[in-house]
């Protein structure tokens, strides 16, 4: 039985037919990490799920991208942490609490955060950057505890400019300290 | 993960459930779990939480969404904010009313396309946008039906969680509307009420009027899969609970 087609968007090139096995193959191979991630950052099951569809949703529509990654886990893994970042931010400007809970959560996970004051100020300053890319180098730094090699490779970025990134986001976060 | 010494972090740990960690970097991992008892331990937890994780039905409901909002709308097509009613006054009235009729501007039509199918998908109003509506819902949720169909009438019931059917669209009315355009969304809007439940949304779509009253009988008798001749249905359910 031949499959169904799904024609996603505009006419693009071949790789916008994505196939119900297609995206079974994905959902079943990457689901469980992605919602993993999801919910580590959200901390709300029902949201995480949502981030997950939405991330899902983002490399269907592009789907050479996808395929052209050698490692689809780390290309997927960065399009969840990208994705979730912004939903902290959009949650930011409407819940007074998201302070307090972002930082409980670095402090549950982050390595480096030793105190409840380091992780409220290290959550503050992720979230206040400006930069969504420097954000995310600082999370996965702080947070995830991850090389400079893996954030490079996650964010398709060489080591230098990954390493000033953190410097500069350093030096923001310092300042914004010393302004409080 | 470069050392067996150093525990996986957690891209490590997402690359290895998805079946990603192979070859020199799988044996550092298994020796490093042999080796570690803390993350052995979360690693068998892990496992056990993923086993439960893709033995849950709602798997398969997530799978089946991603699916129809493939079919019917892509992410860029759906306007990321419906128009904001003020919560307050629409929280308060949904603690009365089954659902609250909102009259409302029709979103951008969609781009993506399934020819000779009919799709019908229920959107839910969150903070963060528009969202395809999930295994759960819960009461004071706004939401709208987007459908595409090459039929010319619609029709949408709700039933909730005792069963009672409710006329959607055409608001109150006693037979399918006639679908000014092939895609869309309904012209109004609905707030979910506070009583808890699985609460179902169906379209009918029909080359001829279809009667309400036979629609919701065959509704209220099959809640997943009512069969009305001549008509093709589609239904979505969600567990309602009283809040978010």
Known sequence: MPSRAFTVGAPRETNSTVTPETVQGLYQRHAYALFRRCRQLLRDDDEA??????????????????????????????????LCLNRLRNRSARDATWEA???RTLQEDSPG??????????????????????????????????SQGEIANLVGKSRVTVNQKLQQFRREARRRSECA | MNDVRTHPNALDWARYFSGEVRWLAGWRFR??????????????????????????????????LLQARLVTSPARAIPKKLPQ??????AGIAAVAIV??????????????????????????????????????????????????????????????????QVLHPRDGVASAQ??????????????????GQECFAAFFSDEP???????????????????????????????????
């Not at chain 2, 020796?31 to 849950?56: G, N, W």
């Open chain 1, 49 to 82: 799920r949502d981030a997950m569809q939405e991330v899902f949703l983002k490399v269907l529509e592009d789907l050479s991208r996808f395929r052209a990654r050698s490692s689809p886990a780390t290309f997927l893994f960065g399009i969840a942490t990208h």
């Open chain 1, 101 to 103: 809970s972002v930082a």
């Open chain 1, 113 to 146: 955060a030793s105190g409840a004051a380091e992780a409220r100020q290290l959550a503050e300053s992720i979230l206040a950057e400006a930069d969504g890319e420097t954000a995310a180098i600082a999370l996965y730094h702080f947070v995830d505890g991850l």
């Open chain 2, 31 to 64: 020796r490093h779990l042999s080796a570690c008892a803390s993350c052995r331990h979360l690693e068998a937890d892990m496992a056990q939480e993923r086993a439960a994780f893709d033995a849950s039905p709602l798997r398969r409901e997530e799978l089946a």
């Open chain 2, 85 to 90: 009613l003020p919560w307050a006054i629409t």
């Open chain 2, 100 to 165: 609250l009729v909102v009259v409302r501007a029709p979103p951008q039509p969609p781009t993506l396309v399934e020819k000779g199918r009919d799709a019908f998908t229920m959107y839910v109003d969150r903070p963060s946008g528009a969202v395809a509506l999930g295994s759960r819902c819960a009461a004071g949720d706004r939401v709208i039906a987007r459908y595409r169909t090459e039929r010319r009438y619609l029709l949408v019931l709700e039933r909730d969680g005792s069963g009672a059917v």
């Open chain 2, 179 to 196: 679908l000014s355009a092939a895609e869309g969304t309904t012209p109004t809007s609905w707030i979910l009420d506070a009583a808890a």
């Open chain 2, 210 to 244: 279809v009667e309400t009253n036979l629609a919701s009988q065959a509704f209220a008798t099959s809640p997943t899969a009512p069969i009305v001749p001549r008509a093709t249905v589609r239904v979505q359910c969600c567990n309602k609970e009283p809040s978010r």
